[in-house]
């Protein structure tokens, strides 16, 4: 199904802390210790919800980064804060990160058919590497493995975690009272997965879940995340500094997918977008700059420094970036960031400086500061071009950013015909049209 035939792009709510900038918290509006209060994430969910936001995607963090003494640092566990939310909230999915590094399939396959029972079937899970060695001191490791090793291990441990999703057929449930006779013996089934990295007996203690199986999200862009993606992911989360990058990378995934044995449109792509918007561009460009005038220094060369496994403050603020930083074949940490960070810091000739402000805000996700119309037209460019699916929604500021984007930007994409009308049904797979 292309983006034309498509009848409607897909929106997901990105819920990070007090918002997707990095300096949300030091807002006017911001109570910094909100993000440990369970009424902040209903307030969220139920603004996303009803505008009509497809799924909540919440993200994790499994450590203090460096800086993090200037930022927003906590982060809760995103599985606890999802069951919360499913029983607040009727429609929207709700997706949540685990990392493959370091959780087991069957606590995996639990955890998350777990949550689509409660929800009634609006689970899903995003597929991560983890990409910082302070979290793997956090479980015990010295270190991180090397990229390609991370990946292999992440899609044994997908399949690991598929199997004994499959180890409940259905039907297997009977609940036979007269018979005393709960489930069929026949229709579950032992797994005895035994991969190069994970193993695992099954079969899973929990019932085969409303979707069969939970959403499958995949957030990585690099080599062996795009191959991870297009095998097994429904949905990619990616960032992409423009059109033109974002439909090579649509058509990239989508011919991977077809070399995998899949349709095209199993896969939907979600570019994550920073909507900054009011009623007028002058306004708009106002509320941006008040949050970037927020971002602390510190913080941002240290955020970058990681990004970049290089020590960015020995740099000239006011100069570009050294001709020698550039090669992500050295890094073992996140690829994909590191070179769409550098693609945009040469592509668009800006100073560290200006590099600073781009990635302390967006992070190198694509930025968007205009009236609804404005916003409204660079999404349908997008979905009608070939370069998305849908969005991935990253407010800077939380609730108040993805409060205007729901009054202002939601209504125009209703309008235009590119979102329903009115709420679909059915279970979040169903609604997606995944798990074809």
């Known amino acids: 199904m292309t983006p034309q035939a498509r009848r409607h792009l897909v929106l997901n709510a990105v819920v990070f802390g007090l918002g997707n900038h990095e300096a949300a918290w030091r807002m006017p509006e911001s109570d910094p210790f909100a993000s440990t209060n369970l009424n902040h994430w209903v307030d969220l969910a139920q603004i996303a919800e009803a505008a009509g936001f497809d799924t909540l995607f919440l993200g994790d963090v499994l450590s203090l980064l460096p800086g993090a003494e200037k930022h927003l640092s906590d982060t809760m566990d995103p599985l606890i804060i999802l069951s919360a939310l499913a029983a607040v909230t009727s429609r929207i999915g709700l997706i949540g990160t685990l990392s493959t590094s370091f959780e087991p399939p069957f606590h995996i396959a639990r955890r998350f058919a777990s949550l689509d029972h409660i929800s009634g079937g ?54 036979d009272k007269a018979r ?45 995340g795009r191959n991870l993606a297009s095998r097994y992911a429904d949905v990619v989360f990616t960032a992409q500094p423009g059109v033109e990058d974002a439909r090579a990378f649509y058509s990239d995934i989508k011919r991977r997918a077809l070399e995998h044995g899949r349709r095209a449109d199993d896969v939907l792509i979600l570019p994550g977008i920073m909507p900054v918007v009011a009623e007028t561009r002058e306004a708009a ?152």
Not at 409 to 419: K, N, Q, S
Request: glycine fraction near 8%.
């Open 180 to 224: 005393g006779q709960y489930f069929d013996p026949a229709k579950v089934h032992a797994v005895d997965y035994a991969g190069a990295f994970v193993s695992t007996a099954g079969p899973l203690n929990v019932p085969r879940s409303p979707q069969g199986r939970p959403l499958l999200v995949q957030a990585g862009s690099s080599e062996d």
């Open 122 to 175: 609006r689970a899903g899970w995003n597929i991560v590497t983890s990409s910082n060695v302070l979290e793997a001191r956090n479980f015990g490791l010295a270190a991180l493995q090397d990229h390609k090793d991370r990946y292999a291990m992440a899609e044994d441990v997908v399949q690991a975690t598929l199997a004994l999703w499959r180890s409940w057929e259905s039907g297997a449930r009977l609940g």
């Open 285 to 436: 460009q106002a509320r941006l700059d008040e949050i970037n005038g927020q971002v602390v220094h510190q913080h941002a060369l240290a955020l970058l420094s990681e990004y970049l496994q290089t020590d960015v403050s020995q740099f000239d603020l006011d100069a570009p970036l050294p001709a020698d930083v550039g090669d992500a074949g050295r890094t073992q940490a996140n690829k994909s960031r590191f070179t769409l960070i550098v693609q945009l810091a040469r592509r668009e000739n800006l100073t560290l400086r200006q590099l600073l402000q781009r990635v302390g805000g967006g992070r190198g996700h694509f930025l968007l500061a205009g009236t609804a119309e404005d916003i409204a037209d660079t999404m349908e460019e997008w979905f009608r071009s070939g370069a998305a699916d849908g969005f991935s929604v990253m407010c800077p500021v939380l609730p108040a950013d993805l409060r205007s984007f729901a009054n202002l930007v939601v209504p125009v994409l209703r309008a235009r015909g590119l979102i329903p009308s009115e709420p679909t049904s059915g279970n979040l797979a169903d609604r997606l049209n995944a798990h074809n």
